[in-house]
Nanobody, 119 residues
């Protein structure tokens, strides 16, 4: 079993910054592309950013140039640095960690952390 613990959400004013972190622990095999998703009130969950094992990154157009995703393969962590936050970034943010053990792939989700951008 794998456990994910997220941290770093909160309330911030427009233009501010937050850093989200997600740590995986437990019986971990190989972790493929890690990612952050978010879900705003009344909206579908959407991909914010992803990072491959080799460090290749992709971002939603809405966050390009403002958010940076990173990972530490040795510590099984993934982080999201969010700068220039806007009210429309308000959402619950979830880390996504797919774990491969042999031929089996299992996707794990963090518990979610609230990010609120408001003056």
């Amino acid at each position: 079993q794998v456990q994910l613990v997220e941290s770093g959400g909160g309330l911030v004013q427009p233009g501010g910054s937050l850093r989200l972190s997600c740590a995986a622990s437990g019986t971990i095999g190989f972790i493929n592309t890690m990612a952050w998703y978010r879900q705003g009130a009344g909206k579908q969950r959407e991909l914010v950013a992803g990072i491959s094992t080799g460090g290749s990154r992709n971002y939603a157009d809405s966050v390009k140039g403002r958010f940076t995703i990173s990972r530490n393969n040795g510590k099984n962590t993934v982080s999201l640095q969010m700068n220039g936050l806007k009210p429309e970034d308000t959402a619950v943010y979830y880390c996504y960690v797919p774990v491969q053990r042999g031929l089996t792939n299992t996707a794990y989700w963090g518990q979610g952390t609230q990010v609120t951008v408001s003056s």
